[in-house]
């Protein structure tokens, strides 16, 4: 059980090139988030998906599109690369369910991708 | 506008004692609110959570306390041990699991 897996680790861009973060589950979670977290700073949602072909917006969506052809995969794209998109991106998934009394919807997280624009 | 803040940006705990670490919200639509725990350079893992039904949840050495009134939860962890390093995050949302807030996390140094 890989849980949840994010690629690439670590990418450079140079301002106005694009990208595909690409992220994946194995746990058969019908929620999926994509989060970005700048120094000091919180997580703040990008976009989520609460099952396939259905997505929507999140805090700061701007910069950003996303897909959800299956339920395994929630790639995040980004075109026209800024500096201000320099974050780490997390992927999360969680089964969407109320879960038992001691885990509420528990978020299970990627290990993140370091990005940096130009 | 930040929905849930964090007002202290670190702690520092000797080993043995408790931690305190503590969170605020604004929203009173929020229903369930999380704890995270954060290593440098990997994802957050959940630690604990509790329901606005509750006003406890225990779960070993960690325990939140939720005051509904005050919009206001602790995380508190006895006894602290040196591995408890780490970033610790709040985070909350409403029934619908759609949407999670982020504090902007503290780091707690536990001195051995």
């Known amino acids: 059980n890989a849980g949840v897996t994010q690629t690439p680790k670590f990418r450079i861009l140079k301002i106005g090139q694009s990208m595909t973060l690409q992220c994946a589950q194995d746990?058969?979670?019908?929620?999926m988030y994509w989060y970005r977290q700048d120094p000091g700073m919180g997580l703040k949602l990008i976009y989520y998906?609460?099952?396939?072909?259905?997505?929507d917006k999140g805090e700061v969506p701007n910069g950003y599109n996303v897909s959800r052809s299956t339920t395994e995969d929630f790639p995040l794209r980004l075109e026209l690369a800024a500096p201000s998109q320099t974050s780490v991106y997390f992927c999360?998934?969680?089964?969407?369910?109320?879960?038992?009394?001691?885990?509420?919807?528990?978020?299970?997280f990627g290990p993140g991708t370091r990005l940096t624009v130009l | 506008d930040q929905q849930v803040k964090q007002n202290s940006p670190s702690l520092s705990v000797q080993e043995g004692r408790i931690s305190i670490l503590n969170c605020d919200y604004t929203?009173?639509?929020?229903?369930?609110f999380l704890w995270y725990k954060k290593y440098p350079a990997e994802g957050p893992t959940f630690l604990i959570s509790?329901?606005?039904?509750?006003d406890k949840n225990e779960d070993g050495r960690f325990t939140v306390f939720l005051n509904k009134s005050a919009k206001h939860l602790s995380l508190h962890i006895v006894p602290s041990q040196p591995g408890d390093s780490a970033v610790y995050f709040c985070?909350?949302?409403?029934?619908?699991?759609?949407?999670?807030?982020f504090g902007s996390g503290t780091k707690l140094n536990v001195k051995p």
């Open positions: 999360a998934s969680s089964s969407g369910l109320a879960g038992s009394i001691s885990s509420y919807n528990e978020q299970f």
């Open positions: 746990m058969n979670h019908n929620y």
């Open positions: 998906s609460v099952g396939a072909g259905i997505t």
């Open positions: 929203n009173s639509m929020f229903d369930y």
């Open positions: 509790i329901s606005s039904i509750k």
């Open positions: 985070a909350a949302s409403d029934d619908n699991f759609n949407k999670f807030y």
